[in-house]
C-alpha cells in the first residue's frame, strides 16, 4: 500500500476508498433508511456508514494536499514572526481594557510608515555613496518598515469582507425593489388593458353575440382575435 502521507501530498491525489460505498444500489437503500428515519449509526448497516455526512469539524486541524491546516486559524502576529513591531498592539483583557472598545488609527500609522520609508530609501542612497558595505542594517530596516505596513493592511480584511457583504445585499434589495416596480407597472398595465377590453366586448355583447351561438360564432371568434391583437399590441408598446 502507498505511503498516505505520500498520496496526499500528489498533485492528482487518488479518490479515498470510500467512494465505492457510493454506488446506486447503496444509495437506493441509504435513501430508503432516510425515509424511514432509521439513520442513525447503530442502525445502519456498515456498508452504508460512509454515506452518513459526519459531523461539522469544531477544532483541530486537517490536511490538504500535504499541508496541514487548523479549524480555527488565526493570523500570525509580528512578534511571532520575529518582526518589531512599530505600531500600538491591541491591550490585552487583563489591563482592564475592552479590545472590542479598543481603536488604532490604522491610516495615520501608514502615513508615519511611508513617510519612514522615504527618509530610509534616502539614507541607503547615502549609504551606498559613502560606504556600500554598510547597506545591510538600511535594508532591514526598510524590509521590517514594509512588513509592518503590510500587516496593518492585512487587518483591514475583516472590515474589507464585512464592507462587500454590505454591498452585496444592497444591490440584491434594490434589483428586487426594481423586479417589484416591474411587476406592478405590468399589473397596471395589464387591468388597463383589460378595462379597454371589456368596455370594447360589452359592445359585441349588446348586439347579441354569443360564443355558443352557432349561427354567429365566426363572428364572435372575429372579435376574440381582434381583442387579443389589442392585447398583443398593448403589451409590445
Excluded at 109 to 135: A, C, D, R, W
Excluded at 195 to 204: E, V, Y
Excluded at 208 to 235: V, Y
Aim: proline residues 6%; aromatic residues 8%.
Amino acid at each position: 500500500m502507498a505511503d498516505p502521507q505520500q498520496t496526499n501530498s500528489s498533485i492528482f491525489p487518488g479518490p479515498p476508498r470510500f467512494y465505492k460505498s457510493f454506488s446506486p444500489e447503496n444509495l437506493v437503500q441509504f435513501k430508503a433508511l432516510k425515509d424511514r428515519g432509521d439513520c442513525e449509526d447503530r442502525l445502519v448497516p456498515e456498508s452504508l456508514q460512509f454515506l452518513i455526512p459526519p459531523l461539522a469539524p469544531t477544532s483541530g486541524g486537517y490536511q490538504s494536499f500535504g499541508g496541514r491546516y487548523e479549524i480555527d486559524e488565526k493570523p500570525v502576529t509580528l512578534e511571532e514572526q520575529g518582526i518589531d513591531r512599530l505600531f500600538p498592539a491591541a491591550p490585552s483583557e487583563s489591563k482592564g481594557v475592552v479590545q472590542s472598545q479598543w481603536t488604532l488609527n490604522r491610516a495615520f500609522e501608514l502615513k508615519k510608515i511611508s513617510k519612514s520609508l522615504l527618509l530610509n530609501f534616502l539614507e541607503l542612497v547615502g549609504t551606498l555613496s559613502v560606504n556600500p558595505e554598510q547597506y545591510g542594517k538600511k535594508l532591514e530596516d526598510i524590509r521590517t518598515l514594509f512588513i509592518n505596513a503590510h500587516h496593518l493592511l492585512n487587518e483591514y480584511r475583516p472590515h474589507q469582507a464585512r464592507e462587500t457583504l454590505i454591498l452585496m445585499m444592497e444591490q440584491q434589495l434594490e434589483k428586487t425593489k426594481m423586479e417589484i416596480e416591474g411587476v406592478r407597472a405590468m399589473r397596471e398595465k395589464v387591468e388597463e388593458t383589460l378595462q379597454k377590453l371589456g368596455m370594447r366586448g360589452s359592445t359585441a355583447v349588446t348586439n347579441g353575440f354569443s360564443h355558443e351561438d352557432p349561427i354567429r360564432s365566426d363572428a364572435f371568434e372575429s372579435i376574440s382575435q381582434k381583442k387579443w391583437a389589442i392585447l398583443t399590441n398593448e403589451f409590445d408598446s
